[in-house]
């Protein structure tokens, strides 16, 4: 994942709570801020669980969700002053997770040589 749209969606996040709230209540799970997997024996939100078992979302799991709905230019629409104002929203739980997916995908290939 590309630092700058991570820490544009974190900053995001962070600065208006209200984006977070109509994103917990669209995809009725609770909001984790940091996505600290490093030492836990617990896989439940692992990337490698299915998205209808996880009990929450993450910044990054954001991100995702944002490349894949702009196809890389993420950070330059995230990074506009009103954004937050246009945000698409998924319409549930399912459209999120597989645009969240796609974007994780195309992050994984766009690593690759």
């Known amino acids: 994942m590309s630092p700058s749209i991570l820490n544009?969606?974190?900053?995001?996040?962070?600065q208006h709570p209200e984006v977070v709230a109509e994103l917990s209540k669209r995809l009725r799970l609770p909001y984790l801020?940091?996505?600290?997997?490093?030492?836990?024996?617990?896989f439940i939100n692992?990337?490698?669980?299915?998205?209808?078992?996880?009990q929450v979302f993450t910044?990054?799991?954001?991100?995702?969700?944002?490349v894949g709905l702009f196809d890389g230019s993420a950070a330059?629409?995230?990074?506009?002053?009103?954004?937050h104002l246009n945000i698409p929203y998924p319409q549930n739980a399912n459209a999120f997770w597989q645009k969240a997916e796609l974007g994780r995908l195309e992050n994984i290939w766009s690593i690759s040589p």
């Open 46 to 54: 692992s990337e490698e669980v299915r998205p209808e078992f996880r």
């Open 8 to 14: 544009a969606t974190y900053k995001l996040l962070s």
């Open 59 to 66: 910044s990054q799991d954001v991100a995702y969700y944002l």
């Open 33 to 42: 801020e940091t996505n600290d997997n490093e030492g836990n024996v617990c």
């Open 76 to 83: 330059i629409e995230i990074s506009k002053e009103n954004f």
